[in-house]
């Protein structure tokens, strides 16, 4: 094979190769195509044909389900990922190696690149899933003698079931002061994307994986059972309920009300247009589906902008991150983790189904409540704190006044005030002004200083 740079697997395009391997690769690309719509979910086809290096278009093009994507002249690219070269398909062909003629030493020596290239071994484990997947397929239709995936894996350094997880844990703070950043409007930030982010990472606050929040319609939020509601479509092609929160609820209400009135939305759609409750619950500027990487993007530059509390994590925030907090919360919080987990949609959730006999459950029975309650908690933590903070800094600002008076009697009562509100961290122009009252002349003032002083140092 030759190295065609944007590799696409054969004539009709799904490899974009050179029209000699055309005849010869026509045998793949069929049983490729049987593969994949052995699979029902179309984000389960568009994941394993990225981890195979396949064209999304020719995946899309497999099946008369309409993109979701509108067709738009303004609508960007779709970005390819940094390790789209190392995909196995583009591998072999740069590697000149024919995808039906490989054995377990090229499937080793692509792992040893993946590595090397710094592919983190949750992406390598998913892509080695995905290729030993397929060739089982070629193997029990007689495409391929034995499949190439089939060795002893454990040299690979690839995860384990009793590994720690490298997902960062947020805190109910954290995930809070995340909601609070992304509706602060910014300077040249559309009032209606500071709310777009908000009903975004809330729908994360819900458990929701990436691909299941971008595939949301506006029709899948409705009401069940006296409460608002989602129709998730996740992993499988399976179908779940997820009941919003009140701040859920408030966010996505509140954008798709500012949507409605910038777009006029709300009125009914003429004939031949898109029916509104069709179109996709959170749109791109241009109105079409949101790119799961553009929202990885912009939760990391939310918590850019939120400051030092969330900087340190800002390259390893994503919507998977907050999906975990949902859990651990709601863990934490005494939650049944059966409910949990048909919340958030694991694989366990087939077992658990048959305890709801295959009914909607019960808003009672999710986990939601108890992990809102954290985030509100938090919350009037965040705004007690900065009321407390304001209020030393008057109260330091009255100290200085009342020194350049010499009023003793009021110098003493704002030390006094200092001393009440400072029960956590102070200011340090408050400690400065502290520390200057403490060589006051009069022996009661200085000595009340200095023992305050010695309090806002430990």
């Known amino acids: 094979m030759r190295d065609r740079g944007e590799l696409t697997v ?12 055309f005849t010869e690769l026509a045998e793949l690309e069929r049983l490729l195509r049987d593969w994949l719509l052995g699979y029902t979910s179309r984000a389960t086809r568009l994941s394993y044909a990225d981890a195979l290096g396949v064209s999304r278009t020719w995946v899309t093009s497999l099946t008369s389900q309409p993109d979701p994507r ?25 590697a000149r190696i024919h995808p039906l003629g490989v054995t377990s030493t090229e499937v080793k020596q692509w792992q040893q690149d993946l590595a090397a290239a710094g592919v983190p071994k949750s992406t390598r484990a998913h ?14 239709h007689g495409a391929v003698p034995g499949d190439p995936t089939n060795f002893d894996r454990s040299g690979l350094g690839l995860g384990r079931s009793h590994d720690t997880s490298a ?36 729908l994360f606050t819900l458990g929701l994986r990436v691909a299941e929040a ?75 589906r949101m790119n799961p990487r553009d929202v990885w993007a912009l939760l990391r530059r939310i918590a850019v902008a939120a400051g030092p509390e969330l900087a340190e994590i800002a390259g390893a925030l994503g919507p998977h991150v907050v999906r975990h ?35 909607a459950r019960d808003p009672s029975r999710s986990a939601v409540d108890i992990v809102e309650a954290t985030l509100i908690r938090a919350r009037h933590e965040r705004v007690d704190g900065a009321a407390t903070a304001s209020a030393l800094v008057a109260a330091a600002h009255a100290l ?25 961290p102070v200011p340090e122009e408050v400690v400065a002004c502290v520390r200057e009252i403490s060589e006051h002349p009069h022996p009661r003032i200085a000595a009340h200083a200095r023992t305050l002083l010695e309090r806002l140092n430990r």
């Open 400 to 424: 200085t006044r009342a020194a350049d008076t010499g009023d003793a009697v009021e110098l003493l009562h704002h030390l006094q005030e200092i001393d009440r509100l400072c029960a956590g």
């Open 127 to 140: 892509r080695l899933a995905v290729v030993g997947k397929f060739y089982g397929y070629l193997w029990e």
């Open 70 to 94: 509108p067709a738009s002249a303004s609508t960007p690219p779709v970005r390819t990922g940094k390790f789209r070269h190392l995909a196995w398909f583009r591998w072999c062909d740069h």
């Open 10 to 21: 054969t004539a009709s395009g799904a490899m974009d190769l050179p029209a000699e391997l």
């Open 214 to 288: 971008t595939g949301l319609d506006r029709g899948d939020l409705h009401q069940n059972r006296g409460r608002k509601a989602l129709r998730v479509l996740g992993k499988g092609g399976k179908f779940r309920i997820v009941y919003l929160s009140k701040l859920a609820d408030n966010a996505v209400t509140e954008y798709l009300a500012e949507r409605d009135r910038w777009s006029r939305t709300s009125v009914l759609s003429l004939p031949h247009q898109v029916a509104p409750h069709r179109t996709p619950l959170i749109i791109t500027r241009d109105g079409g």
């Open 325 to 359: 907090f949902y859990v651990t919360s709601a863990a934490e919080g005494g939650a049944d983790m059966t409910h949990v987990q048909a919340d958030v949609g694991h694989a366990s959730v087939d077992t658990t189904q048959r305890v709801y006999n295959q009914a």
């Open 167 to 202: 997902t960062v844990v947020l805190t109910a703070r954290q995930v809070e002061l995340l909601l609070h950043t992304a509706a602060r409007v910014r300077r040249g930030v559309n009032p209606l994307m500071a709310l777009r982010a908000v009903a975004l990472t809330a």
